[in-house]
C-alpha cells in the first residue's frame, strides 16, 4: 500500500477538496482506495456529512489503537471507495505527549489498513505540519502539497521551502510529490501571475503541471461532502483530477529519490 498525506501549512488551501477528489479518481480507475479523515475539524464527509461526526474514527482509534480497523472503515457507493472519518475523540484525548508520540500509533493504523487490501491511502490532515500532522507525513511513504494560487500564498513559499526540507528530515524515506497549485483563476491576472512565480521559485518537478481551477463546483460538491466527479454536471472537473492522478502515478513510479527544493 501507498500512502500520501495531504498536508499544508495553511488552512483553506484546498486539501480537503484536494483529497476527496484524488481519491475519487484513484477509486474510479479500479485503485483499492481509503481516505482518511485525519483534521479533527475535518469535512470528509461524502454523503454522510450528517452521520460523520457520530462515526468512531481516526482520533478514536489513536486514543485506543485496540479499536480494529473494521470498526473505522465506511464503505462507500463505489466498491473500490472506502473512508474513515475523523471520529469523536479529541486532539486532547488522543493524550499528548509531545513531539511523536502517536507515531506508533499512526504506523500501526496504516499497518492495518495494508493488510486490510487497500492499496491505496490519502490522508487529509489539519493545518500545520506539527503535533498529529506530523506524525501522519512522518508515517506516510508520499506528500502533497496545496498551495493556493494568490499574491499572499506565495509569499509564504520560503516557508513552504522550510516546512519541505524539516519533512524530509522527520522521515528521510518520504517522497515529496510536490506543490499543487488550487483555486487558480485564468481570468484573473493576480492569480497567473502568482501561480507563474510559484514555479519560478521552485524546480520545476516540484510543482505539479495540473492546476486546479477555482470553480463554484467544488463549494457546491463540498457543501453536499462529494467528489465532484458525482455532480451531474462534474465530468468536466473530474478530467482535471484525472490528470492530477496519472501525475501522481507517474512520480510514485519513477525511481529517482527526492529532488533538491533548493
Ligand atoms: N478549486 C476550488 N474552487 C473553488 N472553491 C474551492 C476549490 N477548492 C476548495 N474550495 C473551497 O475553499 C474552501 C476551503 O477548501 P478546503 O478544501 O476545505 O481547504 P482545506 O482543507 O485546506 O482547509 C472550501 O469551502 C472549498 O469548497
Ligand atoms: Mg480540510
Do not use: I
Given at each position: 500500500m501507498i500512502s500520501i498525506a495531504v498536508s499544508s501549512q495553511k488552512g483553506g488551501v484546498g486539501k480537503t477538496t484536494l483529497s476527496i477528489n484524488l481519491a475519487h479518481s484513484f477509486?474510479?480507475?479500479?485503485?483499492?482506495?481509503?481516505?482518511?479523515?485525519?483534521?479533527?475539524?475535518?469535512?470528509?464527509?461524502?454523503?454522510?456529512?450528517?452521520?460523520?461526526?457520530?462515526?468512531?474514527?481516526?482520533?478514536?482509534?489513536l486514543a485506543d489503537p485496540g479499536i480494529p480497523l473494521d470498526r473505522?472503515?465506511?464503505?462507500?457507493?463505489?466498491e473500490t471507495f472506502s473512508l474513515v472519518a475523523s471520529g469523536q475523540a479529541s486532539d486532547y484525548e488522543t493524550g499528548?505527549?509531545?513531539?511523536?508520540?502517536?507515531?506508533?500509533?499512526?504506523r500501526g493504523f496504516l499497518r492495518s489498513a495494508a493488510a486490510r487490501g487497500f492499496d491505496l491511502c490519502i490522508i487529509d490532515t489539519a493545518a500545520g505540519l506539527f503535533g498529529i500532522s506530523g506524525d501522519v507525513i512522518a508515517s506516510s511513504d508520499?506528500?502533497?502539497i496545496p498551495q493556493q494560487a494568490e499574491p499572499l500564498g506565495i509569499r509564504s513559499a520560503?516557508?513552504?521551502?522550510?516546512?519541505?526540507?524539516?519533512?524530509?528530515v522527520m522521515n528521510p524515506?518520504?517522497?515529496?510529490?510536490?506543490?499543487?497549485?488550487?483555486?487558480?483563476?485564468?481570468?484573473?491576472?493576480?492569480?497567473t501571475e502568482a501561480a507563474a512565480a510559484l514555479r519560478q521559485l521552485l524546480p520545476p518537478e516540484m510543482v505539479f503541471q495540473t492546476q486546479i481551477p477555482r470553480d463554484g463546483l467544488?463549494?457546491?460538491?463540498?457543501?453536499?461532502?462529494?467528489?465532484?466527479?458525482?455532480?451531474?454536471?462534474?465530468?468536466g472537473a473530474q478530467i482535471v483530477f484525472d490528470s492530477l492522478r496519472a501525475e501522481v502515478e507517474a512520480k510514485l513510479?519513477?525511481?529517482g529519490g527526492n529532488p533538491p527544493t533548493r
Open positions: 477509486a474510479r480507475a479500479g485503485v483499492r482506495t481509503l481516505l482518511v479523515d485525519a483534521d479533527p475539524q475535518g469535512s470528509v464527509g461524502l454523503s454522510l456529512t450528517r452521520q460523520s461526526r457520530l462515526l468512531t474514527g481516526f482520533y478514536d482509534y473505522l472503515v465506511v464503505p462507500t457507493r463505489l499528548g505527549g509531545g513531539v511523536g508520540a502517536h507515531l506508533a500509533r499512526v508520499a506528500v502533497m520560503p516557508k513552504l521551502l522550510e516546512g519541505l526540507n524539516r519533512l524530509r524515506r518520504l517522497r515529496v510529490l510536490g506543490v499543487c497549485l488550487t483555486m487558480v483563476q485564468k481570468e484573473l491576472a493576480e492569480s467544488f463549494v457546491r460538491a463540498s457543501a453536499r461532502g462529494l467528489p465532484v466527479g458525482v455532480l451531474e454536471d462534474g465530468a513510479e519513477s525511481k
